[in-house]
């Protein structure tokens, strides 16, 4: 073998290969050896339940094992052509073996020829049959062999099974012996997996589906393994190795902080308040996770640290993914913060050349305590005096490389991310394995339930006339639709349409405000600042109003084609209209075209756990999906689910973290492959430019 990474070898190299049959494995992604070893089976069949044919029972795929005893091709009336192929196992029971369009497939069999079929089979007239069978040749005419588990790949037209297969083995024959494998000793004894090349073999050419099992489970744990190692020395790199300022909250600080506040904390924010304060008082950098339910008060938990920072003479930055929620934000502040010192300023790209000047200087001479943004923030012109924390909402709107860019203005900071998208545990564990967790479920009190229905189309002006009551009572509405403007391509209603309607009909008497995420940072802001102030009664809008608006007084919500939006998406909405000591009514319009659409429709309307929904939102349309997991930096992962594999991720973090914890840059030489494979998978996305 040369030096090269068998990996990397081409699949031109092996032998027998033809051009043809090149360009149907390019379509599938696979050009090297170690994209064909990564090609795993989507599922396998147990073909070891081998059958005399008159023991055949309909429902289940067996194996009869027999003689060729007649072969036809022919041509049906409608144009189809069909190859029958007869065996028999005694000379009396038959089982027929049926192809359709495939005239080639009669030149595969001969008169006497000894195979076994696997298929499922039926009863067809007086015999047995079975469509498209497995076939496989029982040499020498032996009896009693067992076929045993074959693997079900994802293929394209024109390659079949029996064309991959030959080719994987002739790969794992030349190339698989020479591939170094990535899990030390140490752990694969501990967990008892096979060796790499060995784990191969029992995947793509199993003795049965047990060992087909732990040869996947082996791979999966190594995926999520480099992963896991990934975020532990991020989490190193950046607590062990930064310093960050104490900020401490003494009883005086607490106090006077709590004042502000005009309600009491639950007792999940009293939690996190305390975990928060605990990171904040030590010089590394504090790194944490602030997870709470739709209305659940994050915000406030956000503000303490804030203020815990300016109180130690430090300056503080939230950063929010829009400037509808940066706005939406600095309003909290002003009311909060109505009667402090605190010096505070508004930043986004909504400011004038001349008010950024302005900004900027004021925050570089430290004469701004705290600053709201948007990704305005982390422009290259922004300098800090003496930051000392920095507060992210709404995390996973933004991409991984966030947080590392106040590293390059100079300082460590502490970091508060936040999210009121409940996140599944293993979702989280992925994007946000590097931080530490707090979780806020409790409601504050004297908050009402949602009552939401499934509205049929036919029952439209009844809703209309609930939304009219309740406008005309005083109180406001959100009509949301899933697009902006109308489609060629779907029948969808739009907001720029939906509103244009509704101004002049159902809702002339009222004013009706339209917003969406094509129109200027400074008309949405306009927008929501004429419906905060209560200036309009009905916004018709996107989805842009899903996260952080915060308007007690609406209380009254119509989601059109709600069949569009994921579970959490829908949760999010429905939250818009849960902010007051009045019930909020949430209406849904929704014509699902499938079992997964109305499943998730029902779920949504049996509970309004936002935990629960993510889970379920996640079990249903999968975590790249629900979470987008790619501008995180984690990419799609190749081999693992994290549903099905929750067990091995949480076993892979817990020995990633021990490694790490024991090996802090993987510098041992039973750790140089693994290193090698985090920072040729995660180095760049994960800025893990440290341990280059």
């Known amino acids: 073998m040369s030096e090269q990474n068998p990996l990397q070898i081409g699949l031109e190299t092996l032998p027998g290969i033809s051009e043809a049959r090149l360009e149907l494995l390019g379509r599938l992604g696979l050009r090297t050896v170690g994209d064909l070893f990564l090609h795993f089976p989507r599922s396998y069949e147990d073909l070891n339940d081998v059958r005399p044919i008159a023991a055949l029972s309909e429902g289940s795929i067996q194996t009869v094992q027999g003689e060729v005893v007649e072969i036809e091709g022919r041509s049906l009336n409608d144009g189809r052509t069909v190859v029958s192929v007869v065996l028999s196992d005694d000379g009396k029971n038959c089982l027929e073996g049926v192809w359709f369009n495939q005239s080639f ?28 069978p497995r076939v496989q040749i029982l040499d020498g005419g032996a009896t009693g062999e067992e076929p045993g588990v074959m693997p079900v790949y994802p293929l394209t037209e024109d390659l079949r099974v029996e064309h991959l297969r030959p080719i994987m083995g002739r790969a794992l024959d030349l190339h698989a012996a020479h591939v170094a494998d990535v899990l030390p000793a140490v752990l694969r004894h501990k967990h008892d997996w096979p060796t790499y090349q060995q784990a191969l ?38 607590r062990d190795e930064g ?21 009491r904390l639950t007792a999940d924010q009293d939690r996190a308040v305390a975990e928060v304060c605990r990171d904040l008082a030590v010089e590394k950098p504090m790194q944490r996770l602030l997870q709470a339910d739709v209305g659940a008060g994050k915000t406030a938990v956000a503000v303490y640290a804030l203020l815990v920072t300016v109180a130690n003479k430090h300056q ?11 706005r939406q934000h600095a309003r909290t502040l002003d009311r909060y913060l109505a009667h402090s010192r605190v010096r505070r300023q508004l930043l986004t790209g909504a400011l004038t050349p001349a008010e950024r000047r302005a900004a900027l200087a004021a925050l570089a001479a430290g004469e701004i305590d705290l600053v709201v943004g948007t990704q305005a923030l982390v422009q290259e012109d922004v300098r800090f005096a003496r930051l000392g924390l920095v507060v992210i909402d709404e995390q996973h709107k933004f991409g991984v490389h966030q947080r590392a860019r106040f590293r390059r203005l100079g300082v460590d900071p502490h970091y508060l991310v936040m999210t009121a998208t409940p996140i599944p545990r293993t979702a989280a564990l992925t994007v946000f394995g590097d931080l530490d967790v707090s979780i806020i479920r409790e409601l504050p ?13 036919g029952q439209r002006e009844r809703v209309y006339t609930r939304l009219r009551e309740g406008m005309a009572q005083g109180r406001q509405g959100y009509i949301v639709c899933p697009l902006v403007e109308e489609s060629a391509t779907l029948d969808v209603k739009a907001a720029t349409q939906t509103h244009a309607e509704l101004q002049v009909g159902p809702f002339r008497d009222f004013r009706v405000g339209l917003l969406h995420g094509r129109q200027d940072d400074e008309t949405k802001a306009a927008v929501m600042e004429r419906f905060c102030k209560g200036e309009l009664d009905l916004l018709v809008c996107t989805s842009v109003i899903e996260v ?26 429905r939250g818009r209209v849960s902010r007051g000591p009045v019930a909020g009514q949430c209406f849904l319009f929704a014509e ?45 992962l190749r081999i693992g689910n994290l549903i099905a594999d929750g067990d091995l991720l949480r076993q892979a973090r817990k020995d990633a973290f021990t490694l790490v914890a024991d090996d802090a840059r993987l510098r041992r030489p039973e750790h140089a492959l693994l290193r090698a494979a985090v920072l040729e998978r995660y180095g760049k996305t994960l800025d893990l430019a440290e341990i280059g």
């Open 548 to 573: 952080g608006i915060d308007v007690p007084n609406a209380t009254l919500l119509v989601i059109e084609h709600a069949e569009r939006f994921g579970l959490s998406q829908l949760h999010q909405l």
């Open 105 to 132: 497939a009669a030149k595969r069999f001969r008169y006497g020829q000894r195979l076994s079929f696997s298929g499922k089979p039926k009863w067809y007239r007086d015999h047995w049959q079975m469509s498209s």
């Open 201 to 238: 073999r029992d995947i793509h050419f199993p003795a049965s589906l047990a060992v087909a099992t732990r040869g996947r489970r082996r791979f999966v744990y190594e995926e999520f393994l480099i992963l896991q190692l990934a975020l532990a020395l991020r989490r190193r790199e950046i």
């Open 243 to 263: 310093k960050a300022p104490q900020l401490i909250s003494s009883p005086a600080i607490d106090a006077r902080i709590r004042r502000l506040f005009p309600f």
């Open 445 to 457: 009190p004297g908050r009402q339930p949602v009552a939401t229905r499934w509205e049929p189309a």
């Open 592 to 636: 699902p075209a499938g079992d997964e659409g109305r499943d998730r429709l029902r779920a949504f309307l049996r509970t309004t756990d936002g935990f629960a929904l993510a889970e379920e939102d996640m079990r249903l349309r999968g975590v790249g999906e629900f979470f987008g997991a790619r501008q995180h930096g984690i990419g799609e």
């Open 316 to 326: 503080a930055a939230l950063m929010a993914p829009t400037e509808v929620l940066a």
